[in-house]
């Protein structure tokens, strides 16, 4: 059973700070997603990470994936008031289907719920 | 284009009621997804629709129906429904492919805020 793991769970942080959230996955997977969710709305895409070393950037958020690890990170750099939100990681555990094809199954991780403070 | 409409935003219902959620997508995807989102935590997969056939049902409860009536439409249809059923119900969809090739995102919609007396 696929267990994804993010850490920490709770991240309070003042504006101007760095930091970092971990996402620990149990099985291998080879595409990793990473969600924002503002509180009562609905989950915005940031970033879709396919391949082992893979790195992407917007903004003041980085995303990185290491397959060997089963480990990706989200980094933050000189957070920023807006940026206080939910942030989930989910991994697609893809389902084989009798056509050939297979299926999207996203397991998500807990999420980070982030508060950046002034 | 990249919105997923969902209706209503919000609903409350009674035990014995019977009413329905409704997902709308023009992006072409072909994959639409039901979750459920319980406060505080994570969504999870309730079912998938794949070329507007189920193609995953995560062991729900009967009293959630399912429908896909077109490539664009996806529908839950909900009874007697019970309290802890109350949730965040979110909506998705996905380019999916009869070969294997590495998906798109899935985007969500708004979701519907279910509450069950």
């Known amino acids: 059973e696929l267990k994804v793991e993010q850490n920490p769970l709770f991240l309070s942080m003042q504006e101007g700070k760095n930091y970092t959230i971990y996402c620990n996955y149990s099985?291998?997977?080879?595409?990793l997603y990473w969600y924002r969710q503002d509180p009562g709305k609905s989950l915005e895409s940031l970033f879709v990470?396919?391949?082992?070393?893979a790195v992407k950037q917007e903004g003041r958020l980085m995303a990185s994936l290491d397959t060997k690890a089963r480990l990706s990170t989200l980094h933050i750099t000189a957070a920023v008031h807006d940026l206080s939100a939910t942030y989930f990681c989910?991994?697609?555990?893809?389902?084989?289907?009798?056509?050939?094809?297979?299926?999207?199954?996203?397991?998500f991780g807990k999420g980070t719920k982030l508060s950046v403070k002034p | 284009d990249t919105e997923v409409t969902q209706t209503p935003k919000h609903l409350v219902m009674g035990m014995t009621n019977k009413k329905s959620l409704k997902c709308e997508q023009h992006?072409?995807?072909?994959?639409m997804y039901w979750y459920k989102q319980k406060a505080k935590k994570p969504p999870e997969l309730m079912f998938v629709?794949?070329?507007?056939?189920?193609?995953i049902n995560e062991s729900v409860p009967s009293r959630f129906s399912p429908e896909c009536p077109n490539s664009s439409l996806l529908n839950l249809h909900l009874h007697a429904l019970q309290p802890e059923d109350s949730a965040l119900y979110l909506c998705?969809?996905?380019?999916?492919?009869?070969?294997?090739?590495?998906?798109?995102?899935?985007?969500f919609g708004p979701g519907t805020r279910l509450t069950v007396l």
């Open positions: 998705a969809s996905s380019q999916e492919s009869l070969v294997r090739l590495p998906p798109d995102t899935q985007y």
């Open positions: 099985t291998t997977s080879d595409r």
């Open positions: 990470l396919l391949s082992n070393g």
């Open positions: 989910a991994v697609d555990m893809r389902k084989a289907m009798n056509y050939g094809g297979s299926q999207g199954n996203l397991i």
């Open positions: 992006m072409g995807h072909r994959a």
């Open positions: 629709y794949s070329y507007e056939k189920l193609s």
